[in-house]
């Protein structure tokens, strides 16, 4: 016995610590130390019990509490496992504190207190029968669930409501689909004698009538539950989709002998195409969702208990989901384990899962931004859907740069995770390479959880060096062939490396204006170039001369070194490409290195030719898209670009700045700054140059337009 002091110690409550050993079962006695019967006035007798030392000396009759009616100290209760029939001796009887065992209210408001067949008067704590019978009174279908009236709460009785709807309506379809449709074929064999043609004979005609069995009406209310559950709270959710999968699964296909209907008129295919769907959704709402663990456990007991028919065996152990404490799992996601295996008693173990339960477990991390755990979990766990896992992994380098690990993110591009695959350069796109690159560049990284997400960018780190950031690109553009024949990713190249490592919020780079290097300075990177490219394509670990990238002229050495790699890939690749005056744009103020692109073209013809038209081709579809650039550019830019092809020596190339200077004559209307662009010819003396007669007329041409105002 333990004492408990209640009201000022007006009187004490005594409690059994054992039910099985009360013969009053939950009863409460009351004992008040200051009021004495009359006999004990007399004499006074001390109660001791010795096993918890505790002293009675003065008792008085119970205060009758609540409590349920096996345990009633007024009425006398007979106690039998399953007796429903009638009430048992006095069970009926009841006093005013009398709860029924069942409905868990009064015994006075229990309908079924002495209905035959189910006796409530009988139904005490010690029966398995009314144990059950309790259960399912508070849980209701929840009770197939095992769950414990303290597990459930207001989300999970929801579901079981919705539950136990879809059941009701499900028997209905199900059995429509057993009762089948009868079907005549159009053609039927005659087994008779003599034997009629096929078709003709009434008495195999009538023999060949065929019952059809289509699941589809079945099908389509079971998919109709589940897009309502998937509406609904993840724990209700849970309860249908799994009280869906117990269903179905019993569900029995009468037709003899196969019947091809479709996937969704043939039970055996419409099955396992709910499972699958509904496993699917489990297995991610067991990662996603942050069950109680004891619910989580029961959740997959019980999918583990579906007996599962042959065309399932398949999804037998679909919901064996690795929890997040799982020892494997754990030291894998801290670092601790790199392979994703562990020898146990002898045999080893992998981190192996299937694919909806890895897309979860990263869809996690990345809301939770632990990007190292996710890098280090998709490099250690395997899966047997090698397409989708390749995937997730292709997004390594993001995470990595997301954690401001911008060196690991470079290497990890270019190196596979395992020997079996192919890296993830091969497979990223010209935007992809544009959003990697102004990440290496700045150390900044887009806000959201994807790399195409538009929006703010936040710096997360140090940025590489430019020695490094031109060899990572580079190495990319060779892993990559359509990365390399595609114009956009040489003027991304271009226009990054032109670029300060400063980065607006929104995205915007700021580009600089590199003062041209020294003339030996540049034929001494030209030189060591040849080399440094060949080997960069061999997939050779470079070493970039310090003489040349110098903290000095680091800037200037990488674009000398991209140009030269443009010369190579035009020697090359030239009638792969699509265009080429997005290059030359991507050079802004930085006319120097494009002249240094153009002078060494110069030295072959064909190359030369190709290039011209490629330029003279964009310039004439996209007019409109350049008067508005050039606006935006201004004249000082426009001149620049005019005087880098009108003083080419080279004629061919001369045509470049005559058709720029045809296509601004032609829109004076939309060109309110070609006043300053005629000063700008002015001051640079380009009306006296020796640019040749055709260059001559045209500059002198838009020159008297302005001076006739």
Aim: hydrophobic share 40%; aromatic share 10%; net charge neutral.
């Amino acid at each position: 016995m333990r004492p408990l002091k209640k009201e000022k110690e007006q009187s004490i409550i005594l409690i059994s610590d054992d039910e099985a050993e009360s013969t009053l079962g939950n009863s409460v006695l009351l004992v008040d130390p200051l009021e004495k019967p009359a006999l004990e006035e007399e004499k006074s007798e001390e109660v001791v019990d010795e096993e918890c030392e505790l002293v009675v000396t003065f008792c008085k009759q119970a205060n009758v509490m609540p409590h349920a009616r096996y345990d009633c100290t007024i009425h006398p209760f007979e106690r039998m496992e399953c007796d429903t029939c009638s009430p048992l001796g006095k069970n009926a009887d009841i006093c005013n504190q009398c709860y029924c065992y069942i409905c868990d209210k009064l015994a006075s408001e229990c309908e079924n207190w002495t209905t035959p067949s189910l006796c409530h008067c009988n139904a005490h704590n010690k029966s398995k029968f009314w144990k059950d019978q309790r259960d399912f009174a508070l849980a209701g279908i929840l009770v197939m669930f095992n769950l414990e009236l303290t597990d459930i709460d207001a989300d999970l009785r929801h579901g079981g409501d919705l539950l136990l709807k879809f059941i009701q309506e499900l028997s209905v379809e199900y059995n429509k689909y057993l009762f089948g449709e009868k079907m005549l074929p159009a053609q039927y064999e005659c087994f008779c004698l003599p034997k009629f043609p096929p078709g003709q004979c009434n008495i195999c005609g009538s023999r060949s009538m065929e019952v059809v069995y289509k699941y589809s009406g079945v099908f389509a209310l079971v998919t109709r539950f589940l897009n309502q559950a998937e509406r609904e709270n993840p724990k209700a959710t849970a309860v249908m989709f799994l009280g869906a999968a117990k269903e179905i699964a019993h569900h029995k296909d009468p037709a003899l002998s196969w019947q091809n209907l479709g996937h969704t008129a043939s039970l055996k295919i419409a099955v396992p195409c709910l499972l699958q769907r509904i496993t699917t959704q489990l297995q991610r709402m067991l990662v996603l969702c942050d069950f109680p663990k004891s619910l989580y456990e029961k959740f997959v007991n019980f999918f583990q208990s579906i007996s599962l028919p042959c065309h399932c065996f398949g999804f037998s152990n679909s919901l064996n989901v690795m929890p997040w404490d799982h020892v494997l799992l754990t030291t894998v996601l801290k670092g601790q384990n790199i392979t994703g295996q562990r020898t146990l008693k002898g045999r080893k173990v992998f981190l192996w899962e299937p694919l909806p339960v890895i897309e979860a477990r990263v869809e996690k991390l990345v809301d939770k931004k632990n990007y190292k755990e996710v890098v280090r979990y998709l490099r250690a766990v395997k899966c047997n859907d090698t397409k989708g896992l390749r995937h997730l992994r292709d997004k390594i380098p993001f995470y990595l740069c997301k954690s401001g690990d911008f060196l690991d993110a470079a290497h990890s591009l270019l190196f596979p995770v395992n020997s079996l695959a192919c890296c993830t350069a091969c497979r990223i796109t010209p935007f992809e390479y544009e959003v990697y690159l102004k990440m290496f560049r700045t150390g900044s990284v887009p806000a959201g959880k994807d790399m195409l997400d538009s929006g703010l960018w936040i710096t997360v780190g140090p940025p590489l060096k430019d020695g490094v950031l031109i060899k990572q690109a580079l190495k990319l553009l060779y892993s990559n062939m359509s990365l390399y024949r595609n114009p956009k990713c040489w003027s991304t190249l271009i226009m990054i490396l032109g670029s300060s490592n400063l980065l607006e919020k929104s995205g915007h780079l700021h580009p600089m204006s590199l003062k041209e290097p020294p003339l030996d300075f540049q034929e001494g990177v030209l030189a060591a170039s040849c080399g440094l490219l060949e080997e960069l394509k061999a997939k050779i670990n470079v070493s970039l001369p310090p003489s040349i990238f110098s903290p000095h002229l680091h800037h200037e050495a990488s674009l000398i070194l991209a140009v030269q790699a443009i010369q190579q890939m035009l020697f090359c690749d030239l009638p792969y490409l699509t265009s080429f005056l997005e290059i030359a744009l991507a050079f802004g103020n930085n006319f120097w290195a494009l002249r240094l692109l153009l002078d060494h073209l110069s030295y072959e013809e064909h190359i030369l030719h190709g290039t011209v038209n490629l330029i003279l081709r964009d310039l004439h579809c996209q007019k409109a898209a350049m008067l508005k650039l050039w606006q935006n550019l201004g004249p000082q830019y426009v001149g620049e670009f005019l005087c880098l092809f009108l003083t080419c020596r080279h004629k061919k190339m001369q045509s470049i700045g005559l058709f720029t200077l045809n296509i601004i004559t032609e829109n004076l209307h939309m060109c309110p700054w070609a006043k300053h662009l005629c000063n700008f010819f002015h001051n640079a003396g380009l009306r006296h140059l020796p640019l040749g007669t055709a260059a001559h007329h045209e500059v002198s041409k838009f020159i008297n337009i302005f001076e006739n105002l």
